[in-house]
């Protein structure tokens, strides 16, 4: 053959549509000789390397400089620039300082590695064989380009997308990139141009993994053009969005920031208008400014989801981004691959049909009691002949190899192998005994052009034993009779067993038939002709890839919980509907629908088909991925949960990722938000739970640290339009705002759950932080701090005529008491906090004490004192001070009272 040095351009074809010998043809190449060593270093500089483009992270100072992007901060700069030119210096020091406390805190809690890229590249990267100048040789795999032949066999990783010419027994395990729960044998005829990726049984796919058999394909993509490469490119592409509580505090910031601006321009002007130095009023300004900015709220809400990071990693699971936190608590939706996720990712059998009669296999892995049930009843397999045939059939006709012990065994090889091996054991047998009693002479492999296996046994002194496993439509041809409970055999009814069959398929099981017949004596060797005829049909066995038990109390509790969940698999829609049924996801009988179907429904009818639909089957990675964004598009929050390379861009998209830890690979880890060490769903509705808790007490604190920066800035307009001195200078907002949410509003995060928690419908998206309810509340609280604060502040300058500084602090104490009193009404939103336990938190009462210490250093510290311009107060003042304090609480419980007194069923809505 002549070789071209021509480029070879990848044409835009279904490669999986093409015979064979099209394909050599379009590729110029050919299966003995391969490529020649020049066209391959041609090709290789024409196509490059067989690896995948790794994706630009944001650079360390682009990442710190993002932490400045945000409104209030550009505020507070701006504030920090106008104290500096009018040189009052320790303002400007202090403002600047919790700039960029918060830009640092913001920055070491963000950053996260970009690491998806870098994982699918190290999965990809092998060694491999290839035919090259009429050779075999080992090429590493960056160094294979299109055209190249590769061969294939058990134990190797599929090095890049091939077209396969050549197959023996090849099954491949596909499940980390179509979902599919068993390896998929492969052949070489064209399938369909429309068939689905998991139905492409003629081409194996980059980074898969070859689990038997041999084979032979020629290379069609390599690096970014595989499937493992659109993935990628997908999941580069795929947005990693805000959260519910970061978008909100991000529209609040937006909002506050223009109104602050505007409120502090007015300032300025109304105090120019009254004729102040204009000096004074850039204070005046600066002073409202910095009333009004919550500068410990990002502070308070880092620290708040950091308490429950290490809460979750308690609970099993470990948070790579703080705002997933919250973002859990606040999902409508989950929508879970089901292998491995929601089932255990091993093939057990459920069902054996031997006789006419249907059995339960209780336990298949030594988990619980292991037997079988007829109905109610436990049998012995020993004493029914059919059904002891039937496991020995499923024992011994096997490629797989068991070692360990009865008690613990440990099995390698093909799944459903493995899970014949354990139903046999849970019947009772034991394997080492059985392979000794029917030692193996022959056997004829497990190849899916004939989709059966068969084994060839020694029976001591007797005639020895043939045992075949294989389809049941094709079996049943074979046979002539059947085995029955007594050791008879009579006439087979094909029409029963085939009933028997279908029925166990409905459940969504994987049905294969058992049969046997007696070999010639002296017969060491066994062929195809030795198994065409004359076969006795001993039953059947349907295995499944069961739910976690875990699993589906999990999924009851998130349906209790509001929380919808939905199945997106790879797998057939017969199986995925089977467990879905069995796990109460969604109706009775679960709304299925297959990527095939999914496929031709219009854009505009997405998301209502994505609403309506309870299980999507056979889906495609990109169809994962819009369906995601189909139902964020109706507002939901989406938790999207994954093991597979096939989750990654998904879990990209999702408002929350949650990855498998223990099974997952390491592409979907990187891909995630949060990864679950357990592998185990029943985590996700735990983390739900604290989710939902840390959200409660995120707005438990945005409500109680509102009302303070409310207060200040009304204290400041009053006494501007009073003309009065500031009651508070700008230093000294900052040190109530920083010091309050350190030691008071951070003491909420450790607020246990309350216990309605789970059983309130999902907060909606488009909902406030805080609603009518609470915002009235906020202004109640304003007006109480407004009238306390500022009615001692002229008491004291008026009535006792103390120096500005003295009744400067008095103010501040005087906030700072509202709040601690105001700290205790928050504890909940609804409730008096002697209903939720005084000592509950233990944190409130340590968080007031330090604080009061704090206020303490504040108003006798001469170094204090001059940093801040506070000075000593009089004693009189302290009970003025704590009689607005009392005053606070007990109008915020009769306010509580009021508003939930009706019903608890006002009090759900009004939460």
């Not at 989801?305 to 606040?330: Q, T």
């Not at 499944?544 to 929380?563: K, L, M, S, Y």
């Not at 508003?899 to 009090?907: E, L």
């Amino acid at each position: 053959m002549t070789q071209t040095k021509a480029p070879v351009r990848e044409p835009p074809v279904a490669w999986h549509g093409l015979a064979a010998d099209d394909i050599f043809n379009r590729l110029d190449t050919d299966a003995h000789t391969g490529l020649s060593s020049e066209e391959a270093v041609l090709r290789l500089d024409t196509h490059g390397p067989n690896r995948l483009t790794p994706a630009r992270g944001v650079s360390p100072i682009k990442r710190l400089a993002l932490q400045f992007h945000q409104p209030l901060i550009y505020v507070l700069l701006g504030a920090t620039a106008v104290t500096l030119v009018l040189r009052h210096w320790v303002d400007a020091a202090v403002i600047f300082a919790i700039v960029l406390i918060n830009a640092v805190v913001g920055y070491i809690q963000e950053y996260r590695a970009e690491r998806t890229i870098e994982a699918l590249t190290r999965m990809m990267v092998t060694e491999v064989t290839v035919v090259r100048d009429h050779q075999r040789c080992r090429v590493p795999s960056e160094d294979l380009v299109p055209g190249d032949v590769v061969l294939l066999e058990s134990g190797d990783r599929v090095p890049a997308d091939l077209r396969l010419f050549r197959s023996r027994n090849l099954q491949i395990d596909e499940s980390a990139l179509t979902g599919e729960s068993v390896p998929v044998n492969k052949h070489v005829d064209p399938v369909a141009l429309h068939a689905i990726l998991a139905e492409r049984a003629n081409t194996a796919y980059a980074g898969t993994m070859v689990t038997r058999g041999r084979g032979s394909g020629v290379v069609w993509a390599t690096g970014d053009r595989t499937e493992a490469g659109r993935i990628a490119e997908m999941t580069a592409k795929a947005s990693s969005l805000a959260t519910p509580l970061t978008r909100k505090i991000a529209r609040f910031s937006r909002l506050l920031t223009v109104l602050i601006l505007a409120f502090s321009a007015m300032t300025f002007l109304l105090g120019m208008w009254r004729g102040q130095p204009a000096p004074t009023m850039f204070m005046a300004a600066i002073a409202l400014a910095v009333s009004a900015i919550p500068e410990g709220l990002p502070v308070a809400v880092t620290i708040t989801l950091a308490v429950g990071v290490s809460r979750m990693a308690r609970r099993r699971a470990i948070v790579r981004r703080l705002p997933a936190v919250e973002a859990l608590g606040s999902t409508t939706v989950i929508c879970t691959d089901k292998t491995g996720t929601l089932t255990q990712n091993r093939m057990h059998v459920q069902q054996v049909y031997a006789a006419g009669r249907l059995l339960t296999v209780t336990s298949t892995n030594h988990d619980g009691v292991a037997g079988m049930l007829d109905g109610q009843q436990r049998i012995d397999p020993a004493s029914d002949a059919a059904v002891r045939e039937c496991l020995i059939a499923g024992l011994l006709c096997t490629e797989a190899v068991v070692s360990g012990t009865r008690a613990k065994p440990a099995v390698l090889g093909d799944p459903t192998e493995a899970a014949l091996i354990h139903a046999a054991l849970a019947g009772g047998m034991d394997h080492n005994t059985v392979a000794k009693a029917l030692p193996r002479l022959d056997a004829i492999p497990f190849e899916s052009e004939q989709q059966f296996m068969a084994t060839l046994h020694a029976v001591g002194k007797d005639r020895p034993i043939i045992y075949k496993k294989g389809a049941v439509e094709r079996l049943l041809r074979r046979c002539d009779t059947m085995l029955m409970h007594d050791g008879r055999q009579v006439p087979l009814d094909p029409a029963a067993v085939g009933a028997a069959a279908e029925a166990m398929a409905t459940k969504g099981m994987r049905v294969l038939g058992f049969a046997r017949r007696q070999g010639h004596a002296d017969q060491t060797e066994l062929d195809h002709e030795h198994v065409k005829q004359g076969l006795t049909f001993l039953g059947l066995q349907g295995m499944i890839d069961p739910p976690r038990p875990e699993a589906t109390e999990a999924v009851r509790r998130c349906r209790q919980a509001g929380v919808v969940v939905k199945m997106i698999t790879g797998d057939h829609a017969l199986t995925a509907k089977a467990i879905a049924s069995q796990m109460a996801i969604g109706a009775d009988p679960p709304v299925v629908m297959t990527g095939e179907e999914l496929s031709r429904i219009p854009e505009p009818q997405l998301a209502e088909a994505a609403s309506g639909t309870d299980v999507f089957a056979r889906v495609a990675p990109e169809q994962k991925l819009t369906l995601v964004r189909a139902l964020q598009s109706k507002g939901e929050v989406v938790a999207m949960t994954g093991d597979g390379v096939n989750d990654a861009p998904a879990l990209r998209q999702a408002d929350i990722g949650v990855a498998m830890g223990e099974g997952g690979t390491e592409v979907a880890k990187s891909a995630a938000d949060i990864v679950l060490t357990d592998d185990n769903f029943d985590t996700i509705e735990a983390a739900v739970e604290q989710g939902r808790n840390i959200y409660d007490n995120l707005t438990k604190f945005i409500a109680w640290t509102l009302p303070t920066n409310g207060g200040e800035a009304a204290i400041l307009l009053a006494a501007i339009l009073l003309g009065t001195a500031l009651p508070v200078e700008p230093v000294q907002i900052l040190w109530i705002n920083m010091t309050t949410a350190l030691l008071l509003g951070t003491t909420l995060v450790f607020e246990p759950r309350e216990p309605d928690l789970m059983n309130r419908p999902p907060r909606p998206p488009s909902a406030p932080i805080l609603n009518f309810a609470l915002l009235m509340r906020t202004g109640l609280v304003s007006l109480v701090a407004l009238i306390g604060a500022f009615g001692l502040f002229l008491w004291a300058r008026r009535i006792e005529a103390v120096p500005l500084p003295v009744a400067q602090t008095i103010t501040v104490n005087t906030i700072v008491m509202v709040e601690a009193c105001y700290l205790l009404s928050c504890r909940s939103l609804s409730h008096s906090m002697f209903r939720i336990g005084l000592f509950s938190n233990r944190w409130v009462p340590v968080g007031i004490i330090v604080m009061a210490a704090a206020q303490v250093l504040f108003t006798f510290t001469p170094q204090v004192n001059l940093l801040f311009g506070s000075a000593p107060i009089p004693v009189i003042a302290w009970a003025g001070i704590a009689a607005v304090g009392i005053a606070t609480y007990l109008i915020v419980g009769f306010e509580k009272w009021v508003r939930f007194r009706p019903s608890s069923a006002q009090h759900a809505s009004n939460r």
